[in-house]
């Protein structure tokens, strides 16, 4: 049975987060929708950049957004629901990747995306694909909101739930074991 | 290589999405029948929704510490037991045991004889016995 498509109102998309998380907590459905719509392509990216599959990064996504507006009741005065619900994401995502037996291949719908790029260019992103796996969580989560996501460091330090000083030092940090993991998995 | 070009190179690493809004639209009302759905349990007494799914992961905590909390619970158990079993005693001094040997006499007799008995008062079969025990101490 198909489900009703979530309608786009205008007038409740241009509105502020804050403004329409007091309309959901009242029960406005068109403020729910609003949200979604505006949070489900970031969240989808992020969790695909962290999971590799488009299958698990659309479950991961669907579930982060279920389990913010869930547990709505949760967010704290002043938090964000653009923190709260990238927070929830990268945790799941984390999860995912911890539960994940470690011999099993990551399906890399990605590097299926990017075939179209010569090979050499291909192989060095890669390497550095594969040089932001290996970041520490706190660092991966910088430098996805950072550079993907393009927030401004006060906004990663909202998400990272660090001081915005904290967050500068940690996309510094990250930037520069990335270069020390891709000079390491040079052949 | 510059935090500029890394950066950029990241970037690239991001792609483009490529899905149509048919995807998005699927997306969006899965999430909301999914929310649908928990607040349907939760209005039916099924429990908080929010307290079900923060619930998971300590659940899950707890399993994973019981079985190593039972192990050092029966360890300390075992140890306890071994220590009371093998605790040193001192063992009561044992009561010096006036022991004869057989060829021993006692002059007094085990008959309840007096001991202030007078050897005067012996009589010859005594009075060798006497005799007898007299010439062992010399």
């Known amino acids: 049975m198909a489900r009703p498509k979530v309608a786009a109102d205008p007038k409740v998309d241009d509105e502020g987060d804050e403004r329409l998380v007091e309309r959901f907590r009242g029960g406005d459905g068109a403020a729910f929708d609003a949200l979604v719509r505006r949070y489900q392509r970031p969240i989808f990216g992020l969790a695909l950049r962290y999971l590799g599959n488009e299958a698990d990064a659309q479950d991961v996504a669907q579930r982060a957004l279920v389990q913010a507006f869930v547990r709505v009741a949760d967010l704290r005065d002043g938090q964000s629901f653009r923190a709260w619900v990238f927070r929830i994401a990268a945790n799941l995502a984390l999860n995912v990747i911890r539960d994940r037996k470690p011999e099993a291949p990551l399906c890399d719908d990605v590097a299926v995306a990017l075939a179209r790029e010569p090979v050499v260019e291909e192989e060095a992103q890669r390497r550095l694909r594969q040089a932001v796996t290996r970041l520490p969580p706190q660092q991966r989560l910088v430098v996805e909101l950072r550079v993907f996501q393009e927030l401004p460091f006060r906004a990663v330090a909202e998400i990272a739930e660090c001081s915005e000083d904290a967050a500068k030092v940690n996309f510094h940090h990250a930037l520069k074991k990335l270069r020390v993991l891709m000079n390491e998995e040079e052949p | ?138």
């Open chain 2, 1 to 138: 290589m510059t935090d500029e070009e890394l950066q950029a190179r990241l970037r690239r690493l991001a792609g483009s999405s490529d899905k149509d809004e048919r995807f998005w639209d699927e997306m969006a009302a899965n999430v909301r029948a999914a929310w649908a759905a928990e607040k349907a349990r939760a209005d039916a007494g099924g429990g908080k929704p929010a307290a079900a799914v923060a619930d998971l992961a300590a659940r899950r905590r707890r399993r994973w510490l019981a079985g190593p909390m039972a192990g050092a619970l029966a360890l300390a158990a075992a140890l306890l037991l071994w220590m009371r079993v093998h605790q040193h005693r001192p063992t009561p001094a044992a009561a010096p045991e006036l022991l004869l040997a057989p060829d021993e006499i006692s002059l007094f007799g085990s008959d309840g004889d007096e001991a202030d008995e007078m050897i005067d008062e012996l009589d010859a079969p005594a009075l060798d016995r006497v005799a007898q025990g007299l010439k062992k101490g010399a």
